[in-house]
């Protein structure tokens, strides 16, 4: 499935980006919110890393990261912001490149994993440490 992104993307970045940023604004009104529905498609986005320009990649990264965060400002309770919280870093932690080009993100996004490393919530220390490990390995 990966690679098939990966193809499209190649085909045509503008298309791809476009249906993924449009699905993702559906979470954020919460026309089509579910976790299952957010996961997915942040494993897509993630799964496209490294298929598009630095530039493109950056425009993508940044807009998908802010649309995630103003979805976990948003969302009510601590499940909800837990799943939110653990798609923002999975997706952080597809782009090494983003992250190498952007050090003072890199840092952020090191304290918030430290920070949510410390959570109770089921899950939530799995994740920031999974991430820390895979940002760790890919910088």
Same mark, same amino acid.
């Given at each position: 499935?990966?690679?098939?992104?990966?193809?499209?993307?190649?085909?045509?970045?503008?298309?791809?980006?476009?249906?993924?940023?449009?699905?993702?604004?559906? @979470?954020?009104?919460?026309?089509?919110?579910?976790?299952?529905?957010?996961?997915?498609?942040?494993?897509?986005?993630?799964?496209?890393?490294?298929?598009?320009?630095?530039?493109?990649?950056?425009?993508?990264?940044?807009?998908?990261?802010?649309?995630?965060?103003?979805?976990?400002?948003?969302?009510?309770?601590?499940?909800?912001?837990? =799943?939110?919280?653990?798609?923002?870093?999975?997706?952080?932690?597809?782009?090494?490149?983003?992250?190498?080009?952007?050090?003072?993100?890199?840092?952020?996004? =090191?304290?918030?994993?430290?920070?949510?490393?410390?959570?109770?919530?089921?899950? =939530?220390?799995?994740?920031?440490?999974?991430?820390?490990?895979?940002?760790? @390995?890919?910088?």
């Amino acid at each position: 499935m990966r690679e098939t992104l990966v193809y499209l993307t190649h085909l045509d970045y503008d298309d791809t980006e476009t249906i993924m940023l449009t699905k993702l604004a559906k @979470q954020v009104d919460g026309s089509e919110w579910s976790w299952n529905r957010l996961n997915t498609l942040c494993w897509a986005i993630g799964s496209i890393s490294g298929s598009m320009s630095e530039a493109s990649e950056k425009r993508f990264v940044v807009t998908v990261i802010k649309d995630l965060l103003g979805l976990c400002e948003q969302k009510k309770g601590k499940k909800n912001k837990a =799943v939110v919280a653990s798609n923002i870093m999975y997706v952080v932690g597809q782009y090494p490149r983003f992250l190498r080009a952007h050090w003072k993100f890199l840092k952020t996004v =090191v304290l918030k994993l430290f920070e949510f490393m410390h959570e109770k919530h089921p899950g =939530v220390q799995d994740m920031a440490c999974d991430t820390f490990l895979k940002v760790a @390995q890919k910088l």
